[in-house]
T-cell receptor, first 113, second 109 residues
Framework: DAGITQSPRHKVTETGTPVTLRCHQT?????MYWYRQDPGHGLRLIHY???????DKGEVSDGYSVSRSKTEDFLLTLESATSSQTSVYFCAISEQDSSYEQYFGPGTRLTVT | GQNIDQPTEMTATEGAIVQINCTYQ??????LFWYQQHAGEAPTFLSY??LDGLEEKGRFSSFLSRSKGYSYLLLKELQMKDSASYLCAVRDSNYQLIWGAGTKLIIKP
């Protein structure tokens, strides 16, 4: 299995607070992605990174920011959490662009009350 | 807009064969993926099709028709452990993956 970890695995937070989720990989893959998964929806891309300090927006980027200061770490920050951001968040990595399969982390279940 | 359609849920019997369909309308096409996701777990890669035809990998096969915007995943000799959601994803002209909502497959003894 690809070496991808996410932390925390579960979090409950209050509306209006900032939250940071961490994705860590040991595969030295260039591409990293943040998705959210909600019932009735497919995985939706929030942001992705194609190298250190190189990031771009995905389909549902509003209210989220990311940073990648090292190859192995990709951080997702919710600036001011809202109840609509309650979801399961998955990090994924791929060796090249999305022409290659993506390997997913175990997910973070976030609840915003 | 971009759209990927899959049945929400399917039921099949252990030992049987099941076909899960996926139709897509996307801005461009640069490949189609199938992933398996067990409840509470991460998706895992099953197959990738970029040319028309059938790709076989053990008990699983995936078919693609680009002219029809259609793919299916065929699972043979179903086992209880095949109970999972199956996700179809298409890579569009911008090389972004567009995901379907997934098909929940229930296997009964």
């Amino acid at each position: 299995d690809a070496g991808i970890t996410q932390s925390p695995r579960h979090k409950v937070t209050e509306t209006g607070t900032p939250v940071t989720l961490r994705c860590h990989q040991t595969e030295n893959h260039r591409y990293m992605y943040w998705y959210r998964q909600d019932p009735g929806h497919g995985l939706r891309l929030i942001h992705y990174s194609y190298g250190v300090k190189d990031t771009d927006k995905g389909e549902v980027s509003d209210g989220y920011s990311v940073s990648r200061s090292k190859t192995e770490d990709f951080l997702l920050t919710l600036e001011s959490a809202t109840s609509s951001q309650t979801s399961v968040y998955f990090c994924a990595i791929s060796e090249q662009d999305s022409s290659y399969e993506q390997y997913f982390g175990p997910g973070t279940r976030l609840t915003v009350t | 807009g971009q759209n990927i359609d899959q049945p929400t849920e399917m039921t099949a019997t252990e030992g049987a064969i099941v076909q899960i369909n996926c139709t897509y309308q996307t801005s461009g096409f640069n490949g189609l993926f199938w992933y398996q996701q067990h409840a509470g777990e991460a998706p895992t890669f099953l197959s990738y099709n970029v040319l028309d035809g059938l790709e076989e990998k053990g008990r699983f096969s995936s078919f693609l028709s680009r002219s029809k915007g259609y793919s299916y995943l065929l699972l043979k000799e179903l086992q209880m452990k095949d109970s999972a959601s199956y996700l179809c994803a298409v890579r569009d002209s911008n090389y972004q993956l567009i995901w379907g909502a997934g098909t929940k497959l229930i296997i009964k003894p």
